[in-house]
Antibody, heavy 119, light 111 residues
Framework: EVQLVESGGGLVQPGRSLRLSCAASGFTFHDYAMHWVRQAPGKGLEWVSGISWNSNNIVYADSVKGRFTISRDNAKNSLFLQMNSLRGEDTAFYYC????????????WGQGTLVTVSS | QSALTQPRSVSGSPGQSVTISCTGTSSDVGGYNYVSWYQQHPGKAPKLMIFDVTKRPSGVPDRFSGSKSGNTASLTISGLQAEDEADYYCCSYAGSYTFGVFGGGTKLTVL
């Protein structure tokens, strides 16, 4: 059974940093690209960033480019999101999502971790 | 990249069919056969319902079907059931530098 468990969310002041983690199990982690998708409370989904299986290809949404950094540790079956210079509009649930593999979609999602940016 | 356009809400009675549209551009929906649909119940994580426009993951009932014409994709749910009441989001691949663009979401109410 595929499991994705996010951690690291919390309350942070504007301009500060936070690092999210996602622990993966139930599949061969190093075979798949992984993504972060966020959802502001009461709002829709927004793809944030994706990373290929070998970390050679990394992409970001324009809204986070230059502030967020995605990374992975295949030896530890873990995905990360380093978030710097946080803004109020970054307040959201952050979901870790597994890539479908052969084509671009998200076939499994974690339960999400809430990041609140407020003074 | 602008979000895809979905109706804010749709409704139907048990047993009926409903269709949710998702309109994009030739740079996303119209340019690739990579539209996916996600179901989200309140307080829960999204769940994949359709991928590659028309394909269903194992475990998703065949009451759920997807299609696409030009720049508009659609999700049809037939034989509506109470548990289908949820928010539905479409998503399209939009090129290697903008992996996925989502629609704004549609709230399905089962009357």
């Amino acid at each position: 059974e595929v499991q994705l468990v996010e951690s690291g969310g919390g309350l942070v002041q504007p301009g500060r940093s936070l690092r999210l983690s996602c622990a993966a199990s139930g599949f061969t982690f190093h075979d798949y690209a992984m993504h972060w998708v966020r959802q502001a409370p009461g709002k829709g989904l927004e793809w944030v960033s994706g990373i290929s299986w070998n970390s050679n290809n990394i992409v970001y949404a324009d809204s986070v480019k230059g502030r967020f950094t995605i990374s992975r540790d295949n030896a530890k079956n873990s995905l990360f999101l380093q978030m710097n210079s946080l803004r109020g509009e970054d307040t959201a649930f952050y979901y870790c999502a597994k890539d479908g593999g052969n084509s671009p979609y998200f076939d499994f999602w974690g339960q999400g971790t809430l990041v609140t940016v407020s003074s | 990249q602008s979000a895809l356009t979905q109706p804010r809400s749709v409704s139907g009675s048990p047993g009926q069919s409903v269709t949710i549209s998702c309109t994009g551009t030739s740079s996303d929906v119209g340019g690739y056969n990579y539209v996916s649909w996600y179901q989200q119940h309140p307080g829960k994580a999204p769940k994949l319902m359709i991928f590659d426009v028309t394909k269903r993951p194992s475990g998703v009932p065949d009451r759920f079907s997807g299609s696409k014409s030009g720049n508009t994709a659609s999700l049809t749910i037939s034989g509506l059931q109470a548990e289908d009441e949820a928010d539905y989001y479409c998503c399209s691949y939009a090129g290697s530098y903008t992996f996925g663009v989502f629609g704004g979401g549609t709230k399905l109410t089962v009357l």
